[in-house]
């Protein structure tokens, strides 16, 4: 008997690194079939979220069943994340971001002087120049010369009648989103400071709703996985109750390296950087049939315009427009735009200033002027 016990044991040591495989697999099986739609839900996010190209390529040599797997996963709905959490890439690409987005870096702050605006209008129709000076594009997406056309974004009519009707929606995916001087000041958030905006744009004659509706907590947890589903189905009830809407803005905080610091000044006044977010409902192998977007030529019209605007009136003002590949709400009406302002590191003044000139530019795209 003690023969056969040792013998055993010797068998059971030689025979552990297998043994603990087909333990772990025969785990992730038994997970898999008792909680088979939240494992599905997670692998989703995954697969949208981290390297899913790098993936792709791997598992083409490791195990096609793997792949098919991920092809059958459920793709209806958005993540929920700001593009400030869902950075795909880091190390090189988000040093190229913040290049890009900036002029001049400082450990502590970055400044932009509002020196006069560096955009040749005329130049606009090379797309190699439209995309040195207005965009940036993420690796989640693509846009060639035939989706970003200037001279359409000219052309395109956006302006709208002022009355006193609700005509702008203002509303924040991420309202728990919260400014330097937070928690000393309590009203230091995003939604204090589109309260700001919705007073500045009715005392310019608009009709304006202001959700302050939060879509970012779950059972009293922040929770983001599920803000922009939960958004779309808030502002789809407002919408349907205010058809006289017809421009929708979501309003949000970036999120940068503590080192940097995101102002200008306007009017002699310390000012966050804003920065447009378009969401294109495409990868750089094709549409996202799921996410079909019939506004997206004219949210890319909107920012582009508003983008101009700000170079002329208030140069530095605003970062590049950043290209992603989901849709991020932006389907539900043509005048739809997701606006960044400024980051955690700035001031909760610096971001209330920002909206001063931010309803100038929009006033002036939607008066067409």
Same mark, same amino acid.
């Given at each position: ?12 040591k030689r025979k552990r690194p ?11 099986? $038994?997970?898999?079939? &008792?909680?088979?739609?939240? /494992? &599905? ?52 690409? !988000? ?15 970055i400044i932009m002087e509002t ?9 606009? @129709?090379?797309?190699? +120049? ?34 006193? #009707?609700?005509?702008?929606? /203002?509303?924040?995916?991420?309202? %728990? ?8 000041? !309590?009203? @230091? ?16 004659? +608009? ?11 779950? #059972? ?12 779309? !189905?808030?502002?789809?009830? /407002?919408?349907?109750?205010n058809p006289s809407i017809q421009?929708? =803005?979501? =309003? ?15 009017? *002699? ?16 192998? *094709? ?10 030529? @004219?949210? =890319?019209?909107?920012?582009? %315009? ?7 009136? +208030? ?27 400024? @980051? %955690? ?17 929009? $006033?002036?795209?939607?008066? *067409?002027?």
């Amino acid at each position: 008997m003690g023969r056969r016990w040792t013998y055993f044991k010797w068998k059971l040591k030689r025979k552990r690194p297998m043994i603990l495989g087909i333990t772990g697999l025969l785990t992730v099986f $038994c997970v898999l079939l &008792k909680n088979h739609e939240a /494992i &599905k839900e997670t692998m989703s996010g995954l697969y949208f979220r981290y390297g899913v190209y790098a993936a792709e390529a791997v598992m083409k040599h490791w195990s096609p069943k793997v792949l098919d797997y991920l092809d059958q996963l459920p793709k209806a709905r958005e993540p929920g994340e700001d593009p400030a959490y869902e950075r795909v890439m880091a190390g090189v690409w !988000e040093a190229q971001i913040l290049k890009e987005n900036t002029s001049t870096q400082v450990k502590e702050q970055i400044i932009m002087e509002t020196s006069g605006s560096s955009i040749i209008r005329e130049k606009l @129709a090379d797309y190699d +120049y439209l995309m040195k000076e207005f965009y940036m594009i993420h690796p989640s997406t693509t846009a060639d010369d035939t989706l970003l056309n200037a001279e359409t974004f000219f052309n395109m009519d956006l302006s709208i009648k002022r009355e006193e #009707n609700p005509q702008i929606l /203002i509303y924040h995916t991420h309202s %728990q989103e919260t400014f330097a001087d937070y928690p000393q000041k !309590e009203d @230091a958030t995003i939604v204090g400071v589109g309260a700001y905006l919705t007073e500045l744009l009715e005392e310019r004659g +608009y009709g304006v709703i202001h959700d302050t509706t939060v879509y970012d907590v779950k #059972n009293g947890k922040l929770d983001r996985s599920q803000a922009y589903t939960y958004a779309l !189905e808030g502002i789809q009830g /407002i919408l349907q109750e205010n058809p006289s809407i017809q421009v929708v =803005l979501d =309003l949000h905080r970036d999120g940068v390296e503590e080192g940097t610091h995101l102002v200008t000044e306007v009017n *002699g006044k310390p000012t966050a950087r804003i920065m447009f977010f378009n969401g294109t409902s495409q990868t750089p192998d *094709g549409p996202i049939e799921y996410l079909p977007n019939p506004n997206r030529e @004219a949210n =890319l019209a909107f920012s582009f %315009q508003m983008q101009l605007k700000a170079e002329e009136h +208030y140069p530095g003002l605003t970062r590049k427009i950043y290209l992603k590949g989901l849709r991020y709400n932006q389907h539900v009406r043509a005048r739809t735009a997701l606006i960044e302002v400024g @980051a %955690q590191t700035n001031t909760y003044a610096e971001a209330l200033n920002a909206m001063e000139p931010l309803a100038d530019i929009l $006033c002036r795209v939607l008066d *067409g002027t």
